[in-house]
């Protein structure tokens, strides 16, 4: 037998002719065994799992439960690669769903049978169509990792059969409807006036407002003249408070034209801001921020919701929309107009133009239809 380095093991050839290697895992008493029929096989099997030990990978991956893994996975890597937010979506997720009801089956023996099994079981419980796909999409990730670091051959999340989303209609606002609530907003001084009309008429998130300071607008001077926002973080709720994150969405900056408009508010929102910063001079903190509670601090959606938005829309008498709607109204009532979806996708920040179609699919017939006419005017012209 061949003594190797410390931390190395030891090689040696077996009376069967067979060449085992052994190497030492932190954690276990005895060292676990690689063989080939050839000294280097052995070698380079062992060196193999040596690799894997050293990413972090469990090497009695045949005894690694669902549990165990999931746990695994969100102690791991994911907590940098994803938000906040959706760290505490995943986490909360496994734990009050998937553990409970799979973390007993092994990694390796688990079925899409399984997955199926679970999601009807939740549905019959009374759990959302939405909230199970979110189980679903959870499970995927996750297991598409295990299959990237070679703990099961494939992903069976893949195979599984979640209840079928229905599309999901948003409720929007019609240009009188939101006229009408600009005239609400305005005729009650509402603080917020400009994040309303800028959410409207420029189509950004709620989060992405919130995030917005005065160092990323450009605001002309003249009257009449569009202006620009550089849209570079995003502004969440954690568990923990707001949480900040230095992107956007898809993970790169956008630049989006302001109309005159929303030029006019933000430059009567600033007037307005800088006097309450002077009235209560000690009192607050500045981050520069375009839209923060009266304290200066990070102001959380929830709270502008609750406290002005809902209150202005029983005010002006229009439907229970959420704040997010204003974004959809602004999408709905851009491809209304004509306009072309691609230059909305820029706008709107979404990573792929499928993703805005898929969004906004139920105004595609009314587009066509319009398309359709303007071809046959000009067919009929021509011919």
């Not at 069976?156 to 006229?179: C, H, N, T």
């Amino acid at each position: 037998m061949a003594k190797r380095g410390n931390g190395e093991g030891t090689i040696r050839k077996r009376p069967d002719g067979l060449w085992e290697a052994r190497l030492s895992v932190p954690g276990q008493r005895a060292p676990k065994s690689f063989y080939g029929k050839t000294q280097a096989e052995a070698l380079r099997k062992r060196e193999g799992a040596r690799a894997q030990l050293n990413g972090g990978i469990l090497l009695n991956a045949d005894r690694l439960t669902l549990g165990e893994y999931m746990e695994r996975w969100l102690g791991g890597p994911l907590k940098q690669s994803v938000w906040v937010r959706t760290y505490e979506d995943y986490a909360w997720l496994t734990r009050k769903h998937i553990v409970p009801a799979l973390g007993h089956v092994k990694l390796k023996e688990l079925t899409a049978e399984h997955l199926d099994e679970l999601y009807v079981q939740k549905s019959d419980s009374g759990l959302g169509t939405r909230t199970i796909n979110y189980i679903h999409s959870t499970i995927r990730v996750a297991l598409q990792r295990a299959v990237k670091k070679r703990l099961i051959p494939h992903n069976v999340a893949r195979d599984a059969e979640p209840p079928k989303q229905v599309q999901r209609e948003y409720i929007i606002l019609s240009r009188e409807q939101l006229a009408a609530f600009f005239k609400a907003a305005a005729e009650n001084e509402d603080r917020f006036e400009a994040f309303f009309v800028m959410a409207a008429l420029a189509g950004l998130r709620p989060g992405e407002l919130l995030a917005l300071k005065w160092q990323d607008l450009k605001l002309p001077e003249g009257p009449g003249e569009a202006g620009e926002a550089m849209i570079r973080r995003s502004l969440s709720t954690t568990h923990d408070g707001p949480v900040f994150r230095e992107t956007t969405k898809t993970s790169k900056g956008r630049a989006v034209y302001l109309l005159p408009p929303v030029v006019q508010a933000l430059r009567a929102h600033r007037k307005r801001q800088l006097e309450e910063q002077v009235r209560y001079v000690g009192l607050q903190e500045n981050h520069g921020l375009v839209f923060p509670s009266k304290t200066g601090t990070p102001m959380s959606a929830n709270n502008l919701s609750r406290r002005h938005f809902k209150p202005l829309l029983r005010r002006a008498g229009l439907p229970d929309v959420r704040l997010y709607d204003l974004r959809h109204t602004f999408a709905t009532l851009w491809l209304e107009s004509g306009e072309h979806p691609k230059i909305l996708q820029e706008i709107l920040g979404h990573s792929r133009i499928s993703v805005t179609l898929d969004t906004y699919s139920h105004v595609v017939p009314h587009m066509q239809r319009e398309a359709m006419g303007r071809f046959g005017e000009r067919f009929s012209a021509s011919s």
